[in-house]
């Protein structure tokens, strides 16, 4: 089975601190994908990355950035966290144009 | 824009009974996932579905696709307690997994 794994489940970060969120996956997804999920709203798409060094922004990428310097990890940056980013993030790979059903379980931040 | 829309948001069900979530889309695509998440777990993949009429069944689960009504349904049946958790629909308007999510549905079965 792919794993996806995050490096945290639950993170405790001050307003104004550099976040740093870690994903890993281990079946050379070419894929990979950050999410933050908040109730009502679903999942929606921060950053993904298609390829090493690749990295194109998805429908909410303010106040994000993601670093990709090898396939297997993709990290998510929060450059000055605030308390609108308390959500829960999950990371996800895929490889190629395949169908995406790896998930991480989760980081739950909260900014305060 | 791609908007996709669920509903109902909340479901109670009996047990036993049947039910039919929704799952609307405002632009043609490709791929719709149907995922399944437990409280405080990741998201499990059901079904995709990759065409026009297509249906999938896995146990008490039956998810359809009508891309020309731009529609997709996931239909329980007999419902059980262990089907209690939440379930999201997913477009993918690209093959490249850029996932547009609906808001989910959080169904409880009581027995």
């Known amino acids: 089975d792919v794993k996806v794994t995050q490096s945290s489940r639950y993170l405790v970060k001050r307003t104004g601190e550099k976040v740093f969120l870690e994903c890993v996956q281990d079946m050379d997804h070419e894929n990979m994908f950050w999410y933050r999920q908040d109730p009502g709203l679903g999942l929606r798409l921060i950053y993904f990355?298609?390829?090493?060094?690749?990295?194109e922004k998805g429908d909410i990428p303010e106040g994000y950035s993601v670093s990709r310097e090898k396939k297997e990890r993709f990290s998510l940056i929060l450059e000055s966290a605030s308390t609108n980013q308390t959500s829960m993030y999950l990371c996800?790979?895929?490889?190629?144009?395949?169908?995406?059903?790896?998930f991480g379980s989760g980081t739950r931040l909260t900014v305060v | 824009e791609l908007k996709v829309e669920q509903n109902p948001l909340f479901l109670s069900m009996q047990e036993g009974k049947n039910y039919t979530i929704y799952c609307n889309y405002s632009?043609?695509?490709?791929?719709l996932y149907w995922y399944r998440q437990d409280p405080g777990k990741s998201l499990e993949s059901l079904f995709v579905?990759?065409?026009?009429?297509a249906v999938k069944q896995e146990g008490r689960l039956m998810a359809s696709l009508d891309t020309k009504a731009r529609l997709s349904t996931l239909h329980i049946t007999a419902a059980v307690h262990d089907l209690s958790a939440t379930y999201f629909c997913a477009v993918d308007m690209e093959y490249g997994n850029k996932l547009v999510f609906g808001a989910g549905t959080i169904l409880r079965v009581k027995s």
């Open positions: 990355s298609y390829d090493v060094k690749m990295k």
């Open positions: 579905l990759l065409s026009n009429g």
């Open positions: 632009t043609t695509s490709d791929r």
């Open positions: 996800a790979s895929s490889l190629g144009q395949g169908v995406l059903d790896s």
